[in-house]
Each structure stands twice: as C-alpha cells, then as structure tokens.
C-alpha cells in the first residue's frame, strides 16, 4: 500500500498559523499541568526577534521630543527659577516616551511567547514609570496654580491634557481588569476579552490626544515660544507627533477591533 507523504505547508497556510497567533487573546493560561498539553519543540521554546514596521522611525522620533527639545529646552531655560513647572515638561515628556514605547513593544506580535513577553513590558514601564511620571507632572502645574491664583483650563493645552489624563485612569481600568486575574473584574472570559477590544481602541484614540497636548504646550505656550527657536518646536512639536501617529497607526490590527 502506498501511502501519500503529507504536503508542504503552502505560503497560505503559513501566513493563516501567523494570524492565528497573532489573534490569540492576551490572557494565556499557563498549558504545562493542562491534561494533553503538546511539549514545545525548538522554535516555540526560543522566540525569533520579530520585526516591526515603523519603529525605528517612531524611537527616533521619541527621542527627538525628549532629548533635543523638551528637556534640552528646560534646562537650558534657568531651571531652578522655574519652581514647580519644572517637573511639568520634564515628567510628561518622559511619560509620553514611555507610552510610545509600551505600545511599540506590545504590537504586532506573532508568537505566544513575545505576546506574553510585550504584554508583561507594556504593563510594567506604563505603571512603573508612565502613571507616575505623568501623575506627578500634571499634579505639579495644578498645585502651582492653585498656589498663584491661576485660573484652570483656560487653554486648549491644559484642557486636554486634564481630559487625557482622567482618560488614561478609565484606560488603566479596562486594559487591567479586562487581564487580570483571568478577566473577573468584567466577569472573566469571553466578556473580559471583548472589553479588551475596546480597551485596544480606546488605546489608539487616547495616544493622538495626548500627542495633540504636547503639539500645543510645546509649539504655541508663551513659556516654549519664549526659550525655543521655531525650527527646535516645528521638529518636535509638530513633525515628530505626526511621526509618532503613523507609526502606530502602521501597526493598527483593524480585525483585532471588531465589535460585531
């Protein structure tokens, strides 16, 4: 009896097992003590580095805004009169460094072990440094306010950012609960995973408003205008957001986002 050899994978059934994990939901549960659970063979026990479209771009245009502008700008502006607004630039433009960076690490991914990996560097640099950073940064212009006598909101600048920021709490809120703990805050799984999806959404709304904050606190305020010169603010202010949006959108997984 002659028995056919199994075919060779075609491109199509390559690029179908891509997108099958690529699709997976963030919550993995651990397979090891799972009844038939399949040993790992080589390529699923060492990740391969997997590249992505626009992120040399993105990091360069991260570092542009923090390092050449924002920070050069303050420090080069007699730092220690400025008081509490000091820590306003210098937290948020770090915060939204590491923001760039959370979302850079986490998506796309196409293998269970660097979705686990991005997920766990995502959480971790936007709590550990991001939260806090931005937190303190927006408490320092607030208080200094209130110390003055200053009037809130009365730009679009610190109008959104104040919008972005309680934004961002809500954000926390449906990206951890919809993860932690297998989902239960939203009542565990499949719920929890389509609260994800707007999480993800919601995630891809959120960063351009944040980026649209800095644009207008970092080209058009009096204190920027005054100690910067057009072409550092146009570079940072304007170009490199505009870099930033697209190379996230470059990376945006529509299919992940379908609510019907």
Known sequence: MVVDSP???????RVQQRAEVEYEPLVVDPIGDAPGAK???YEEQFAKPEGRRG????FWAAVVAIGVSTWGITFANHPTALGLFFFHPILQSLALAVFTYAILTLQPTSQAKTKAAGLTRHQLVILAIGVP??????FAIVYRKSLHGHAHFTTWHGTIGIVSVAWMVVQIILGGGSVWFGGRLFGGNPRAKLVWKYHRLSGYLLFPLFLVAAHLGGAWSTWATKGSPYVVRLLAYTISPVVLFAAILARMRTSKMQFF
């Open 133 to 138: 950073a931005i937190s303190l940064g927006t």
């Open 55 to 58: 992120d040399i771009p993105a």
């Open 39 to 41: 040993t790992m063979g």
């Open 7 to 13: 075919a060779s994978p075609t491109k199509h059934d």
